[in-house]
T-cell receptor
Framework: ETGVTQTPRHLVMGMTNKKSLKCEQH?????MYWYKQSAKKPLELMFV???????ENNSVPSRFSPECPNSSHLFLHLHTLQPEDSALYLC?????????????FGPGTRLTVT | AQKVTQAQTEISVVEKEDVTLDCVYE???????LFWYKQPPSGELVFLIR??????QNEISGRYSWNFQKSTSSFNFTITASQVVDSAVYFC??????????????FGGGTRLMVKP
């Protein structure tokens, strides 16, 4: 595997379900990110992790719970979501967190909440 | 607060035409970075270019070129002799220097480019 991978690619879940999104980067990067891309809003940064430590939580509701066990893996745990949470969730990584580093994105998980 | 505006939501051209995608940004910082990403139908954003605020030289990479003008806070992207494979959504993004506080990219709304054969 190369680059940034995400699983699953598609997910349909009910509002009472609990599910997790997984992201893995094979680039040797130290920072990882979760973004939300919905039809009517620009890409929104959700969380930033640097060397496994969370450095940014962009006012994300607690029904989204991130986990970063190491610099290569990032999870997003989902529970009691709302239909408006349906979106494409993108994971990204970068060598570091300073502004000069470009981010590399995975293919995303298309989430539908019914 | 930083802001990126891509006024063109959708552009349609015929193959081999040249097309320019506009990007205007707002920031109070003197040190910042600008990026362009391409999002094909498969979903992942593909990094195209990074430019720092102190380097106003235009850049050319094959059929792609970028025009950075600080005086007008613009970072426009031109595709020469467009091809069907260029069809995608293109995002301009801005990152302000925040040290180790986190690389917070602010994205524009994107421009959907459709290249017809």
């Amino acid at each position: 595997e190369t680059g940034v991978t995400q699983t699953p690619r598609h997910l349909v879940m009910g509002m009472t379900n609990k599910k997790s999104l997984k992201c893995e980067q094979h680039l040797g990067h130290n920072a990882m990110y979760w973004y939300k891309q919905s039809a009517k809003k620009p890409l929104e940064l959700m969380f930033v992790y640097n060397f496994k430590e969370q450095t940014e939580n962009n006012s994300v509701p607690s029904r989204f719970s991130p986990e970063c066990p190491n610099s290569s893996h990032l999870f997003l745990h989902l529970h009691t979501l709302q239909p408006e949470d349906s979106a494409l969730y993108l994971c990204a990584s970068s060598l570091g967190v300073t502004s000069s580093y470009e981010q590399y994105f995975g293919p995303g998980t298309r989430l539908t909440v019914t | 607060a930083q802001k990126v505006t891509q006024a063109q939501t959708e552009i349609s051209v015929v193959e081999k035409e040249d097309v320019t995608l506009d990007c205007v940004y707002e920031t109070r910082d003197t040190t910042y970075y600008l990026f362009w990403y391409k999002q094909p139908p498969s979903g992942e954003l593909v990094f195209l270019i990074r430019r720092n605020s102190f380097d106003e030289q235009n850049e050319i990479s094959g059929r792609y070129s970028w025009n950075f003008q600080k005086s007008t806070s613009s970072f426009n992207f031109t595709i020469t002799a467009s091809q069907v494979v260029d069809s995608a959504v293109y995002f301009c993004a801005l990152s302000e220097a925040r040290g180790n506080a986190g690389n917070m990219l602010t994205f524009g709304g994107g421009t959907r480019l459709m290249v017809k054969p």
